[in-house]
T-cell receptor, first 110, second 118 residues
């Protein structure tokens, strides 16, 4: 399978805490993207980091990329109950298609 | 912003029948659309790449005669699940690439379609 791994598979934290999710992939990439999915819904694009970038910020989101380790992390700071969702990384390996990781189910407890 | 619409959002069909799911890009043209399948609590698996005006490209293990894809216009791709069986019950999601948008090559996802085969 070309799919990467995400860890943890599930994460439960208290509101206000930071949440960190990790993603590893197997092949060279053009960019890596993070998506959010609420239960039974479509995907929402969160952030894209290119292969020549190491860190990117967007609001409460911080993404890092280490191409030598083929890994990325997503940090959500000051979590809110509304952040409860599944989070997926996806690698753009060229040929105009994304390969998704297994996802992390994040639960923010009020 | 750009929107991708899927229809129907939910469908129940009898085993052995065929079901068509539509994916439309509402305010941009998409020469390429992608179809994914997602089983409960699992990730998205790419099924095929839908190319406007040409045959779809299927991923390994996906039966092209069972999952028919038609990309007849720059804003519409359809996925038809033929002779559906209960194991085809899943969440099907499409995405479309807006190559001309401000963000360039941004991918937008539809809201998905729940298929239940009984």
């Amino acid at each position: 399978s070309q799919q990467g791994e995400e860890d943890p598979q599930a994460l439960s934290i208290q509101e206000g805490e930071n949440a960190t999710m990790n993603c590893s992939y197997k092949t060279s990439i053009n960019n890596l993207q993070w998506y959010r999915q609420n239960s039974g819904r479509g995907l929402v694009h969160l952030i894209l980091i290119r292969s020549n970038e190491r860190e990117k910020h967007s609001g409460r989101l911080r993404v890092t990329l280490d191409t030598s380790k083929k890994s990325s992390s997503l940090l959500i700071t000051a979590s809110r109950a509304a952040d409860t969702a599944s989070y997926f990384c996806a690698t753009d390996q060229g040929a105009q298609k994304l390969v998704f990781g297994q996802g992390t189910r994040l639960t923010i407890n009020p | 912003g750009a929107v991708v619409s899927q229809h129907p959002s939910r469908v129940i069909c009898k085993s052995g029948t065929s079901v068509k799911i539509e994916c439309r890009s509402l305010d941009f043209q998409a020469t390429t659309m992608f179809w994914y399948r997602q089983f409960p609590k699992q990730s998205l698996m790419l099924m095929a790449t839908s190319n406007e005006g040409s045959k779809a490209t299927y991923e390994q293990g996906v039966e092209k005669d069972k999952f028919l894809i038609n990309h007849a216009s720059l804003t519409l791709s359809t996925l038809t699940v033929t002779s559906a069986h209960p194991e085809d019950s899943s969440f099907y999601i499409c995405s479309a690439r807006d190559v001309q948008g401000n963000a360039g090559n941004t991918i937008y996802f539809g809201e998905g379609s729940w298929l239940t085969v009984v």
